[in-house]
């Protein structure tokens, strides 16, 4: 399949992308999370060219080692200015967006920002956030929750970058079994994010979202997490897997209601998987991605 490489340059770094499908076609622009790679898009992207669609493939800023500097920012707000860029390089004025994890939540803060822009948002793994409003209501859910997400206190530690990266990434495989305990990857399948995280820049680039997102008393990041809070207005897909061993699913599930989305808002799922569902289960997330466009596109 044909693939334009794409180089954007912003804030004194060089960004990636790859692009496929024909430029006349409906643009639908996939986000990657942590720890990961674009790849994981790898056997989703064809279906959805296949179907109709123009793809871009976007590396997340600190992702790749031209993208890594010790004074840029790594976090919502620049990930999000950064999407806004290769949108206005590619002269798009409208299109769908589908995130997974850190993704997920750039997603939700573009939609915040740029909502006249998109046809439709699709969330892999992590709830609507906006949902969180309704905390009292779900607050049985949390503690649950809190403990599966304690490893983002580790990512605020100066070691996490070294724990991150030593011995090809191992720790980084952890992650990935204990997220999609039901899913046996193969060395291929793991390839790529092993060679990305092994490299302690990349590793510490990446742990610095975490660290802004939770940086408020800075207020590029106060103002991100306020856009990441606010309702999502267009139409909405939520999927994660049942087996996700990094969110709780009850929690996702209490989230994603229709009640809470004036323009609409689909929550599925899937059986048999973990977090890393459009890896695990690529077809059947491709056709849920693609029901989702084709009832939105107007």
Same mark, same amino acid.
């Given at each position: 399949?044909?693939?334009d490489?794409l180089v ?5 770094l ?12 409906p643009?639908?622009?996939?986000l ?9 898009w790898d056997?989703?992207?064809?279906i959805?060219?296949n179907?109709? $669609?123009?793809?871009l493939?976007?590396w997340l &800023?600190?992702y790749?080692s031209?993208s890594?500097?010790a004074d840029a920012? $790594?976090g ?10 290769w949108?206005e390089k590619l002269?798009v004025?409208?299109?769908h967006l ?11 803060t573009?939609?915040s920002q ?5 046809y ?5 793994a992590v709830?609507p956030?906006p ?6 209501v ?8 809190? $403990?599966?997400s304690?490893y983002?206190l580790?990512?605020?530690s ?12 191992d720790?980084v495989t952890?992650i ?13 399948d793991?390839?790529?994010?092993g060679q990305?995280f ?6 510490w ?5 975490? &660290?802004?997102l939770f940086?408020?008393?800075h ?5 991100a ?6 309702q999502?207005?267009v139409?909405?897909?939520?999927l994660?897997?049942l087996?996700?061993?990094c ?6 599930q209490?989230?994603a209601?229709?009640?809470h989305?004036?323009?609409g808002?689909r929550?599925?799922?899937l059986?048999?998987c973990g977090?890393?569902?459009?890896a ?8 849920l991605l693609l029901?989702h466009?084709?009832?939105t596109?107007?």
């Amino acid at each position: 399949m044909k693939v334009d490489q794409l180089v954007l340059q912003r804030d004194g770094l060089t960004l990636h992308a790859n692009v496929y499908g024909d430029p006349t076609h409906p643009l639908v622009v996939l986000l990657h999370g942590f720890p990961d790679t674009p790849h994981c898009w790898d056997k989703v992207y064809p279906i959805l060219v296949n179907a109709g $669609y123009q793809v871009l493939v976007p590396w997340l &800023r600190g992702y790749t080692s031209d993208s890594v500097h010790a004074d840029a920012h $790594y976090g919502l707000a620049s990930a999000t200015a950064d999407l806004h860029a290769w949108l206005e390089k590619l002269g798009v004025q409208k299109f769908h967006l589908v995130g997974h994890d850190w993704g997920a939540a750039i997603a939700m803060t573009y939609s915040s920002q740029y909502t006249a822009s998109l046809y439709s948002v699709s969330l892999l793994a992590v709830p609507p956030i906006p949902a969180l409003k309704n905390i009292l209501v779900n607050l049985k859910y949390f503690p649950k929750q809190l $403990y599966m997400s304690s490893y983002m206190l580790l990512m605020q530690s100066n070691f996490a970058k070294k724990l991150l990266s030593q011995n090809e990434a191992d720790f980084v495989t952890k992650i990935w079994k204990k997220w999609s305990p039901t899913w046996v990857f193969t060395e291929a399948d793991f390839a790529a994010t092993g060679q990305v995280f092994s490299q302690p820049q990349i590793a510490w680039a990446a742990t610095r979202y975490y &660290r802004n997102l939770f940086a408020i008393h800075h207020s590029i990041n106060f103002k991100a997490n306020q856009h990441l809070l606010s309702q999502i207005k267009v139409p909405t897909l939520a999927l994660a897997g049942l087996d996700d061993g990094c969110m709780n699913i009850q929690l996702h599930q209490a989230l994603a209601q229709p009640d809470h989305f004036p323009q609409g808002l689909r929550s599925i799922h899937l059986s048999n998987c973990g977090h890393f569902l459009q890896a695990e289960q690529p077809q059947r997330v491709a056709e849920l991605l693609l029901e989702h466009f084709q009832q939105t596109t107007v």
